[in-house]
């Protein structure tokens, strides 16, 4: 398997099947089934995938924020080459506000709410880089300043309730950057807030990672969000990637019929966030017990008797950095052939309602 | 609601899920345990004439030593005897007899009567649910005990000479007043989420009567929530009665004995000699207040994981 | 500062209710309540008692002049045949006791009870975690006589280590105070640090699920700043209310537990007065008491607006 990013000497992360298992009642969910990328300093990559598909728990799992209770971790995650895939909270902690930060998806939730701005954005510093506190202080209104928030030393002082939702997730940018972190995940940054503060959110996200040289995870249901920011562009699927390319590749010759799906099903601007994906009939299959074959066949329009009982590998065809997994793949003859049989055949484009 | 994010949430909380999965089963061992030993007593109690056990009354002076020690156990009399040849095994199940009287009698007024306030409120809302809200946050404003005690002492002082009240009447309905606040905001609680439910608004609807939709449609959703505070509240109950005869008022031991009066009693009379005459009715009162608040736990964890189903 | 008058005017009439309440059930006894409160007492004396509490008035105006005197501080008399003592120089000697005990309860509860619900939330579904959890669900159950008893035979008596009675002043020096302290401390703390804990502890475990918890950790802040800063912040506002409604049976218990150890509190006041048959005596201590509570509880409301920055921007 070649990475997308081959010419590079050394990445600055690097993930090797990496598996994230939920113990549940049911039994384990496979929220998180075998995924490789690699990333380099500066660039950023697009997650995208419907809500559920394992996209923020692999951000989490990165990161290792999940819980140890009943989560299984597997997999290699080398960050600059040292390998931290298994390492437990005491050894992340070094990592953690300075090397890697997080965004988390909504600013209602994640900020405490009887703490003050401020103390909530120096605390990182005072703890991580053993500045004095006034020092902490003046950074603090720096990092206020430059993620855009008017009037920043009154804004120090208050509590996250007395902001607007576009206010508290730049507060949260501010908290996530203050120690210059080298690696960024931004888990849905926008997903929360009005459509017309998301533009903003995302363009101060670009801003801050050029300035800084920073590497981003953007993960995102919204191929429309990544389209003109991501170098390159994962695309996951009930826990696996299903197609992966520079995102110029991607939108040019996309190859998964998921992927079509998706940007078919890229929202308009008057829906409302996290609305069902209406181009996509179905829902994603159970985790517990995903199909043998491609986990996405039962809901694709493609699909054939093969696919139903032979998984497809996720590997690169004739352009090199775009791997994706399909056995009829979009835009090559295979493909059409198929989706001509389904049609002919009168098959809806929801075989099965997952279960 | 989206199907796929309901998955997130499933594997987020998969430990929470397990915990409820096992409060869901049967009662469990600690359960069945405790249902056993309050069955045993409550049974005990109920029979307690009948049972081959001597007379609480009766007094076996002629095995206690001159020094008024008694032996702690000898043949017919498992739990030995108190100073005054007294058995006390007997003395336990009869104590039981009054105390559990007491502490039922006094949590059915509480139901009753909060049940009713509590449904009204909740159930009229506007100046009925201002009113008795009020009059509940008065009789909250005094310390549960201290209020219990007070209206023993003016309702027992009003009935010495009427008659008209036996002490442990007094008791139940002094108690009974101090439970029913608590009891009745729950209640209103409850009513007032039930009210707004679809099938209460249909029988509205169809126009039916309010009590009708007060007793028939909204109280039989309202009384578990209700039940397992009514356990707990027994058991506080059995406490209280035990804490007002160590406070002077209550059932007198000559007349009858309760758990709190042998307590009482034997605190000031046997704890440094004959300890173990103290420690018997507080075991009864511990095992009995134990069971009724496991049990009272796990009829709300079962009612809870019902009502976040529905 | 609207929010602290509205609360102002809710204590008052609940004390005023609750006291004229009390005054009802004065009434409520049978005959003449002088020949009660002093039947030893001689025709002219029992007229002069009459007179002093205006009992020959009707009973709202009875009731006006108590509060009158009440306000003053003037509590009423103890009748015994051979003096009459007022009650408010018992109050004055007596109060002290009990809200010692009640202050080091709370504070012993505290100390136990927060690291406890942290430690225990924190450590959640452990073995030790469950241990502690079934020791903490059966000291719930055990009544606070029970424990004072058991600690009054087992360490008074039997080890003889601490008396099993008494009262012995701050000032007669630090352990002596102490030394009459501790088991009734410990009898009424001991079901109070067993609610707290549990309560805290599950707040916790929800809290411990939040966002901003996953964001505090995300900052590389160490665990111990996580959990102290971040996650028992927001659940001291349950502890709060919590303490808020165990004060009542903090008191009920205090009283009892005077009454065991001999502990010269309210409690005693209590007793005697019911004893006695003091129903003014009574009825004036029971409203003392009724007044604390109320009063605890404003200054837990007043507490929450300086704990909840959100609180204290909406009133």
Not at chain 3, 31 to 50: H, L, M, Q, S, W
Not at chain 3, 291 to 308: E, F, R, W
Request: hydrophobic content about 50%; overall charge positive; glycine content about 8%.
């Amino acid at each position: 398997m070649t990475d997308t990013m081959a010419a590079s000497s050394e990445p600055l992360i690097a993930l090797r099947d990496v598996t994230t298992y939920f113990k549940t009642p049911r039994g384990l969910v496979r929220a998180v089934d075998g995924v490789s990328f690699s990333l380099e300093r500066g660039k950023t990559l697009g997650i995208v995938g419907e809500s559920g598909c394992g996209k923020s728990v692999l951000s989490k799992s990165i990161m290792g924020l999940l819980p140890k209770r009943n989560v299984v971790r597997g997999g290699s995650i080398k960050f600059e080459g040292r390998e931290v895939g298994q390492a437990g909270a005491n050894e992340l902690r070094e990592l953690w506000g300075n090397q890697m930060a997080m965004v988390f998806q909504d600013p209602m939730t994640a900020l405490n709410p009887v703490m003050r701005v401020g103390n909530q954005i120096t605390e990182s510093l005072i703890h991580n880089l053993d500045v004095s506190k006034d020092f902490a202080q003046e950074t603090a209104l720096q990092l206020l300043t430059s993620v855009g928030i008017p009037e920043p030393s009154r804004r120090l002082r208050q509590y996250p309730f007395e902001l607007s939702g576009g206010m508290r997730q730049r507060v949260m940018i501010a908290i996530a950057l203050a120690c210059g972190p080298k690696l960024l995940f931004a888990d849905e940054p926008t997903t929360a807030l009005d459509v017309t503060v998301q533009a903003q959110i995302l363009d101060l996200l670009d801003a801050q990672q050029a300035e800084r040289f920073m590497a981003m995870i953007l993960v995102t249901h919204d191929l429309g969000v990544v389209a003109g920011r991501a170098d390159d562009i994962m695309v996951m699927y009930a826990g696996q990637a299903v197609e992966k390319a520079p995102t110029r590749t991607l939108f040019a010759q996309m190859r998964h019929p998921y992927t079509e799906a998706l940007l078919k099903s890229i929202p308009k601007l008057d829906q409302a966030s996290h609305t069902r994906l209406d181009a996509i009939g179905g829902r994603p299959p159970d985790l517990v017990h995903p199909p043998t074959g491609c986990r996405f066949a039962p809901r694709c329009p493609y699909a054939q008797d093969r696919c139903l009982q032979e998984a497809p590998p996720l590997v690169s065809h004739d352009t090199p950095g775009h791997e994706f997994a399909c056995w009829y793949p979009v835009g090559t003859p295979e493909g059409a052939e198929a989706l001509a049989k389904n049609q002919a055949a009168g098959i809806a484009a929801t075989v099965s309602g997952g279960n | 609601m989206s199907v796929s994010g309901a998955i997130a949430p499933n594997i987020q909380l998969g430990a929470k899920i397990k915990v409820e999965k096992e409060k869901r089963k049967r009662l469990g061992i600690t359960g069945t345990i405790s249902a056993v030993w309050l069955a045993l007593i409550g049974l005990s109690a109920l029979l307690a004439p009948w049972l081959p056990i001597p007379s609480p009354k009766q007094a076996y002076i002629d095995l206690v030593q001159p020094d008024g020690n008694a032996p702690f156990s000898t043949s017919g009399h498992v739990l030995g005897l108190d100073g005054g040849g007294h058995d006390m095994l007997a003395q336990t199940i009869h104590g039981a007899r009054v105390s559990l009287q007491i502490a039922f009698g006094a949590v059915m007024f509480g139901m009753v009567v909060g049940g009713f306030l509590g449904l009204s409120a909740g159930f009229f809302k506007g100046k009925v649910d201002r009113f008795i809200s009020t009059l509940f946050d008065i009789f909250l404003a005094v310390p549960a005990l201290i209020l219990a005690m007070s209206l023993v002492a003016f309702l027992s002082g009003s009935s010495a000479q009427s008659g008209f009240l036996s002490i442990e009447r007094i008791m139940m309905l002094a108690l009974g007043i101090v439970a029913t606040p608590p009891l009745g905001r729950i209640a209103r609680a409850s009513t007032l989420t039930w009210s707004e439910r679809e099938f209460v608004m249909a029988a509205r609807a169809q126009g039916a009567k309010n009590f009708k939709i007060m007793f028939i449609e909204i109280l039989p959703n309202v009384l578990p929530a209700m039940m397992s505070i009514a356990l707990l509240s027994v058991g506080v109950v059995v406490v209280a009665e035990g804490g007002l005869s160590l406070l002077g008022v209550g059932v007198n031991f000559t007349d009858k004995p309760s758990w709190g009066n042998m307590i009482a009693l034997y605190a000031q009379t046997d704890l440094q000699l004959h300890p173990w005459l103290v420690f018997t009715p507080i075991i009864a009162v511990f095992l009995t207040v134990l069971s009724l608040n496991n049990l009272g736990d796990i009829i709300r964890a079962r009612f809870d994981a019902k009502e976040t189903t529905l | 500062m609207a929010f602290l008058m509205r609360r102002l005017v809710r204590v008052i009439t609940v004390v005023l209710f609750v006291t004229f309440f009390s005054y009802f059930l004065l009434n409520l006894l049978p005959g003449d309540p002088v020949d009660t409160i002093a039947p030893f007492a001689t025709k002219e004396i029992k007229e002069a008692i009459r007179k002093e509490n205006h009992l020959d008035r009707a009973v709202p105006v009875q009731y006006w002049f108590w509060v009158e005197k009440f306000v003053q501080g003037d509590l009423g008399y103890n009748y015994t045949p051979s003096s009459k003592n007022p009650v408010a120089d018992d109050v004055k000697s007596h109060f002290p006791v009990s809200v010692q005990l009640v202050l080091y309860s709370i504070l012993l509860t505290m100390l136990c009870a927060i690291p406890l619900g942290v430690f225990t939330a924190y450590a959640a579904g452990s073995r030790l975690d469950r241990g502690i959890n079934t020791v903490l669900f059966g000291a719930f159950s055990i009544p606070d006589f029970a424990i004072g008893l058991l600690l009054a035979y087992f360490v008074g008596v039997k080890l003889g280590w601490l008396p099993n009675g008494g009262y012995k002043p701050f000032g007669s020096g630090l352990w002596t105070h102490a030394r009459t302290m501790i088991l009734p401390v410990i009898s009424l703390a001991i079901a109070q640090i067993a609610g707290f804990t549990r309560v805290l502890r599950s707040d916790m475990i929800a809290t411990l699920q939040e966002d901003f918890i996953t964001m505090a950790k995300s900052k590389g802040i160490s665990g111990k700043r996580v959990l102290w800063r971040h996650a028992l912040r927001p659940s001291s506002l349950t502890l709060l209310t919590v303490a808020g409604l165990n004060v009542g049976a903090l008191i009920g218990g205090t009283v009892v537990i005077e009454a065991i150890f001999n502990l010269p509190g309210m409690g005693l006041i209590l007793t005697s007065a019911i004893r006695g048959r003091q129903f003014i005596a009574l009825q004036s201590t029971v409203a003392i008491i009724a007044i604390g509570y109320v009063l605890i509880n404003v200054m837990i409301d007043l507490l929450y607006t300086v704990l909840d920055p959100r609180v204290r921007n909406v009133s």
